[in-house]
C-alpha cells in the first residue's frame, strides 16, 4: 500500500501557492548568481536576452511541471506512474528531480549557512570598525574553519527540517506567507537606499541601457541557463507543489505570477548591488565573491551601513530558506506518498541524510580543498556541476518532450481551458514547448559537455 490513498492536503490559498512556488524559486541564484553573471555580461542587453528566455523557454516549462502536478496528485514520481502507469519509463522523470533535489540541498546548505554566519556576524557588531581588507578576510577565516561551516550547515538543515515538518499548510505555506514579504519589504529598503546613492543612476543605465555589442555566444548560453535554474525547473519541486493545487486553479496565470515575481526580485537585487558597487567605482562583474567579499565593504561605508549590511544578509538568509524548503519537501512527499512514512519521519531522516551527504561538500572549502578526485574537481564542484548543469536541464527536458510530445492536446484543452482564445493560447504554448524549449536546453547541455568549446 502507499500513500496515494490518503486525502490529499491541498493549499490554504492560491496566493499562498504562488508565495510558496516563487519562494522555491527566489534563492540564492537571484541574489548572488544574477547579479555577478549580469555583471560580466554588460548588462543590459543580457538582461533582454534573458527576460527572452523566462518567456519562451522558463515559463512553457514552468506551466508544464504544474500541468503534471495537478493532474497528477502525488509526488514527483508518483505523477508519472498516475498518468502513464506503475513501472512506466516517464517515472524517471520524477527520479531526476528527487535525485536532484537532494543532492542540491547536500550542497545549497553549506553555502546558505554562511549567510547565517553573517547575520550573525552584522548582527553583533563584527563587521563594524574593521579595515577593507579585515572584512575581505573574514570570509576565507569562514570558509576555512571546517567545524564553523558544519555548524552553519547544520543549523540551515535544521531550519528547513523544521519549517517542513508543520506540513504543506501550517509549515511551507506559512512560513512562505512571513518570509516572502519580509523579503519583499527587505530587498526595496535596499534598492531604495541604493538609488539615493550617487551609484543609482549609473546602475539603471547599466541595466536598461542595451549595447549588443557586449553579447558573447558564452552570454546567451548564461542566460537560457539561469532563467532555466531560476525557476526551479528539473528539480520536482514545482510538480510537488502544484500537486497540492485545487482543481479549479488557472495554471496559466499562476505561472506568470511567478515568473514576475522571481524576475522582479532578481532585477532589484541586481540593481541594489550595481548602484553600491558603482557609488564605491567597483566592477559590477566583479565575479561570485562580490557579495560576501566586496558588498560588506561597500556597505559599510554608507550612512547607517551596521544596518544596511545586517539587512543585505537577512534577505540573503529568508532567500536562501524560502527555496531549501521546497527542495526537502520533493523528497519528502515522495516518502510520504509512495512509502506511506509519516511526515515526520521523512523530513528528519532526509534532512539527517542531506546533512551527512553535504559535509564533504563543506569541507571543500577546507581540509578537503586540495582532494579533487572527481576530474578535478572538488566534491562541491562536482555536485554543483551534476546538478546545475546535467540533472536540472535533463528534467526540463524530459518535462517539455513528455507534455510537449506524449501528453494528449485534449487533455491540455481540458486542463487549461477550452474556448476559441484559451486554444490559441495552448497552441503557442505547445510550439514553444515542443520546438524552443527542448531546442535552447539541449544547446545548454551540449555546451556543458564542451561541445561548442
Known amino acids: 500500500m502507499n ?68 493532474q497528477g496528485r502525488r509526488d514527483a514520481v508518483g505523477c508519472f506512474a498516475v498518468l502513464e502507469r506503475p513501472g512506466s519509463p516517464w517515472m524517471i522523470v520524477g527520479w531526476v528531480g528527487v535525485a536532484a533535489s537532494f543532492i542540491l540541498l547536500s550542497f545549497y546548505a553549506v553555502v546558505a549557512g554562511w ?71 527587505l530587498l526595496l529598503v535596499l534598492f531604495g537606499r541604493g538609488l539615493m546613492s550617487s551609484g543609482g543612476v549609473p546602475a539603471l543605465r547599466f541595466m536598461f541601457q542595451a549595447d549588443f555589442s557586449a553579447l558573447t555566444p558564452q552570454a546567451l548560453l548564461d542566460a537560457v541557463g539561469h532563467a532555466f535554474f531560476t525557476l526551479s525547473l528539473g528539480a520536482g519541486t514545482m510538480i510537488t507543489y502544484a500537486s497540492y493545487l485545487d482543481p479549479e486553479a488557472d495554471l496559466g496565470g499562476l505561472a506568470l505570477r511567478i515568473a514576475l515575481l522571481d524576475t522582479l526580485m532578481a532585477l532589484l537585487a541586481a540593481l541594489t548591488i550595481f548602484s553600491v558597487a558603482f557609488t564605491a567605482g567597483i566592477e559590477p562583474g566583479s565575479g561570485p565573491g562580490l557579495v560576501f567579499q566586496t558588498l560588506p565593504i561597500l556597505l559599510l561605508e554608507l550612512p547607517f551601513g551596521s544596518v544596511l549590511a545586517l539587512l543585505f544578509f537577512l534577505l540573503l538568509a529568508f532567500a536562501a530558506l524560502s527555496s531549501s524548503i521546497s527542495m526537502l519537501e520533493v523528497t519528502v512527499a515522495y516518502l510520504v506518498d509512495e512509502k506511506s512514512w509519516p511526515r515526520w519521519r521523512a523530513a528528519g531522516l532526509v534532512g539527517i541524510a542531506a546533512f551527512l551527504v553535504g559535509v564533504p561538500s563543506a569541507l571543500s572549502f577546507n581540509l578537503w580543498q586540495d582532494f579533487k578526485p572527481f576530474f578535478g574537481r572538488t566534491f562541491f564542484e562536482a555536485c554543483d556541476l551534476l546538478v546545475s548543469s546535467y540533472l536540472l536541464p535533463l528534467g526540463g527536458l524530459l518535462v517539455a518532450i513528455y507534455i510537449g510530445w506524449v501528453w494528449p492536446r485534449r487533455h ?11 486554444q490559441r493560447w495552448v497552441h503557442s504554448w505547445q510550439l514553444l514547448l515542443r520546438y524552443v524549449a527542448p531546442a535552447a536546453v539541449i544547446i545548454v547541455l551540449l555546451n556543458q559537455m564542451g561541445v561548442f568549446r
Open 3 to 70: 500513500g496515494s490513498n490518503r486525502p490529499r492536503v491541498l493549499w490554504a490559498s492560491r496566493f499562498g501557492f504562488v508565495l510558496a512556488a516563487a519562494g522555491s524559486a527566489i534563492g540564492l541564484g537571484n541574489i548572488w548568481k544574477f547579479p555577478y553573471i549580469t555583471g560580466q555580461h554588460g548588462g543590459g542587453a543580457f538582461v533582454l536576452v534573458y527576460l527572452a528566455c523566462i518567456a519562451l523557454v522558463g515559463v512553457p516549462i514552468l506551466m508544464a511541471e504544474l500541468l503534471i502536478g495537478r
Open 115 to 185: 549567510s547565517f554566519d553573517y547575520v550573525v556576524m552584522a548582527a553583533s557588531g563584527a563587521l563594524r570598525g574593521r579595515s577593507p581588507v579585515e572584512i575581505e578576510g573574514l570570509f576565507g577565516v569562514l570558509v576555512s574553519s571546517p567545524g564553523r561551516v558544519i555548524f552553519w550547515q547544520g543549523v540551515f538543515v535544521v531550519a528547513t527540517v523544521a519549517i517542513v515538518l508543520g506540513g504543506v499548510r501550517d509549515g511551507i505555506e506559512r512560513c512562505s506567507r512571513i518570509l516572502m514579504p519580509a523579503l519583499f519589504i
Open 412 to 422: 491540455s484543452l481540458a486542463e487549461l481551458g477550452a474556448g476559441r482564445q484559451q
